[in-house]
């Protein structure tokens, strides 16, 4: 659980981790904007932990028992490069 605070209303919740990254920029936690509109789109080591389970939720990426950083990205990853990689071969056999 994150503890955050909205910096225009002031007001303080408890939000479960996965959710962090979906709020706006106007929750802080240790007095930091959130600035989720500042990360990349693809995910990488600079997102969180919650931010990259977020990602997979909303994607439908299964990320079996992963729950270090570097596992849950490389599952990401796994994951669309499969999807990319599937497309492109089909369309390249059907022309030979």
């Not at 959710?19 to 106007?26: F, I, Q, T």
């Not at 995910?43 to 909303?58: C, F, I």
Request: charged share 35%; no cysteine.
């Amino acid at each position: 659980m994150a503890r955050l605070k909205n910096i225009n209303t002031g007001v303080v919740v408890n939000v479960d981790d996965a959710k962090v990254a979906r709020l706006g920029s106007e929750w802080s936690t240790d007095g930091k904007s959130l600035q989720v509109a500042a990360r990349s789109d693809v995910p990488d080591s600079s997102w969180k932990v919650a931010e990259l389970k977020a990602y997979a939720e909303e994607n439908g990426i299964d990320l079996l028992d992963a729950t270090k950083k570097d596992d849950i990205l490389a599952a990401i990853e796994l994951h669309e490069s499969d999807g990319s990689t599937d497309g492109s071969d089909e369309d390249d056999s059907e022309e030979d």
